[in-house]
């Protein structure tokens, strides 16, 4: 299991962003309102696909893209580069097939693209053994078609070492989208801290709900149904003074409650990937405290951005 990550800030406001053909522009997954939909004019791999400059050279091990629809087939890439041209890539989620990780799984194989292994969007989500013999995804795990427009949509790559580029580069591949274009929510871009030692037992996620419920005089009750956000409470509890200040201090001051964060709760579970990470914003901000010296603790909890 890996440690919780965070990250902060996301480096996409100020960026640049060009290629490919949108009908509704590329600025648009600069909006944090998940709502401002970058939309392409097709599926094809040469509309889909985006670049970002991010003006200087940044510390990056953290990228995704929060809402889309792309289909339960869908493939993406995502590169990192110091050059604009991608002659010197620092960063590719597509690998090569003979990586032992790749050459492995016969599933991933399926995914080659002109020599590469390019990881799927949508991972297996489900275990074999929670799964009866006569589910449609027995056999893959993956989210039934009938429930992918309404799962939080979630492109995540994270990297154990960051890297220090400028140039990043996304794309898809997804023409046979049922919808005839791909559409993209938020775009994250950051470097993420992860704390030498990991959030204590006791932490808890669930769903919050704004559904309002008003009842009629016969009894029968009639619902104003809201979307659901996922709500995590996690304690750090053995920071050192170095972590409690130089870290968590000083993303209390400059995030606040109201500045967005990426965070995940543990990289090396590819099938709750999804479920456990989300965009969120700190929705109170406890105090470091010293139980005992030299060691300093905090409460995290975070709200998701819907």
Do not use: C
């Not at 893209?65 to 339960?72: D, F, P, Q, T």
């Amino acid at each position: 299991m890996a440690n919780v990550l965070l990250g902060f800030p996301n480096r996409t406001d100020s960026a640049t962003l060009s290629g490919g053909n949108w009908q509704t522009p590329l600025t648009n997954l600069q909006d944090r309102r998940l709502s401002r939909v970058a939309r392409s004019a097709s599926p094809d791999k040469a509309a889909t696909q985006f670049d970002v400059d991010l003006g200087v050279p940044r510390k990056l091990s953290l990228f995704a893209i929060v809402r889309h629809n792309l289909g339960l087939n869908a493939r993406y890439r995502i590169r990192v580069a110091q050059d604009a041209a991608f002659q010197n890539v620092l960063y590719d989620t597509a690998v090569l097939p003979s990586q032992p990780s790749v050459s492995a799984n016969f599933a991933l194989q399926q995914y080659a693209v002109q020599g590469r292994v390019w990881p799927p969007v949508w991972p297996r989500l489900f275990n074999t053994a929670s799964l009866d013999w006569e589910d449609p995804n027995w056999w893959d795990g993956r989210l039934p078609e009938e429930d992918r427009k309404g799962y939080p949509g979630l492109i995540l790559s994270s990297l154990a070492e960051p890297v220090f580029g400028r140039y990043v580069r996304f794309e898809f591949l997804d023409e046979g989208n049922i919808d005839g274009y791909v559409e993209l929510g938020r775009l994250f871009i950051s470097q993420a801290w992860s704390p030498r030692n990991n959030a204590t037992y006791g932490a808890g996620i669930g769903w919050e709900f704004d559904t309002t419920m008003d009842r009629a005089l016969d009894g029968t009750a009639y619902f104003d149904e809201k979307a659901g956000r996922r709500v995590q409470t996690f304690s750090l509890d053995w920071l050192s003074r170095d972590e409690a200040f130089g870290n968590v201090f000083e993303m209390h001051r400059a995030a606040g409650i109201d500045r967005e964060m990426l965070f995940v709760w543990d990289r090396d579970d590819p099938i709750n990937l999804i479920r456990r990470s989300f965009l969120g914003r700190m929705r109170k901000i406890n105090p470091l405290m010293l139980p005992f010296l030299d060691n300093y603790t905090n409460a995290f909890e975070l709200e998701e951005i819907t």
